[in-house]
């Protein structure tokens, strides 16, 4: 579980506003996890999720005391933008890049839970699929969500999916998704605050592409 | 044809040594065309190629006296990487860069032969099989054969395509793909002289993603 539970997501204040800084730090160990999965499919992805992060750290790092929560960042870009915000900047950015936490966090709640396919038990093809309708679907276009229907079948078997998880130490199963509940915890609430951020700034977009 | 013929690949010496710094120039014009091609679909070879790109430009700007023609790039690469050469360095990046580029080519020559399908004569489906299969597809393993499959979907119409190429000037389709035959001729050249090069030099890789 190095991979997850050695970056553990902070708790959030009372106020649920996120640190930028902290965020930008526990955000930028998933990407590399892509890795792990094993096919060029999702490279692309991986970059794509990159890119966001590199997009709202090169904002930050122009002035780390301005730029202290999320909300700072968002509230800076919505004065400087005007008509042109919210789809502009980290603002852009970081709506993308809460869809791809939300995936993620919903495909491991899912593994966590135990939903399962009793006829494939060794694919994750439900958990994956139940996070790209929740997660991902309505923001793309037909051609999108059809190649994630032909991407579909490049997800890792359960099995190695949890392996990968658990990279570096030997754990069992059950043991796995013991930390996968314990990582959801902080990070859950995270990915949640976000998407309230962007519901009460009135920062949600709802294109497709 | 503002975009194609405003940066012509230049015309290449007897030797068919290919000048780096000439050949950057007139490739990097490239990429931005996939804008024009209207699909988030197209944006991601878009940044594969630019990937390519870059990572040539790199080595180049390191040493422009040392890395004067494409040739000198791949043999100072051969000497430096021992056994992980090929797949390494711009050496990597200009084995897939070919690539694309060779698909572009067949792409634009099969519209110039007036390669059709008479059924859908505003389609270019069978040019961009046509292009894909020549060029790309023996490198690509199932999965990725079948989000072409998906992806081919979104490619433009026919007149939309030869709008785009000429974008900027008004011209019929007759004189655009006289225009695009043209262009095609030092273009050809360019890509067949780098096949050449890696297959003198051994440099060819035929793995799959
Ligand atoms: C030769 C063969 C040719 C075939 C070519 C096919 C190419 C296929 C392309 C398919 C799409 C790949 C996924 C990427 C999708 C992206 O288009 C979207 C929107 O991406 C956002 O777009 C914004 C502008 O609208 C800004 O540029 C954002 O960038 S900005 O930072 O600049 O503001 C950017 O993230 N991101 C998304 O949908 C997010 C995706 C997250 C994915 C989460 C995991 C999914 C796992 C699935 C497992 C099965
Ligand atoms: C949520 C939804 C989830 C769905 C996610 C789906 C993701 C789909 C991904 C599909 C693949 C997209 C195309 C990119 C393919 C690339 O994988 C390959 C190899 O790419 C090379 O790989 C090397 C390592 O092996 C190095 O990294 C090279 O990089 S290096 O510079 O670092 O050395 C890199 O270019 N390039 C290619 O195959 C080249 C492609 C050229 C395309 C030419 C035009 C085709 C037009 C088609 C029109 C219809």
Redo the contacts between chains.
Sequence with gaps: MALLLDNQFKELPPDKSVDTKLFLEAVSHLPPFFDCLG???FS?IK?DINGNITKIRAVYIKDPAKYVTLQDILEAEREAHGAAWPKVGATLALMWLKRGLRFIQILLQSLADGDRDENNPNLIRVNVTKAYEQALKRYH?W??Q??F???L??APYRSNFLKALSKGEDVNDEDCLANVRQFLVNYTATVDAIYEMYTNLNAELDYT?
Tied chains: 1, 2.
């Design positions: 096919s060029t499919v692309v970059s276009g051609i999108v059809k190649i229907n032909a991407a079948v490049a592409v």
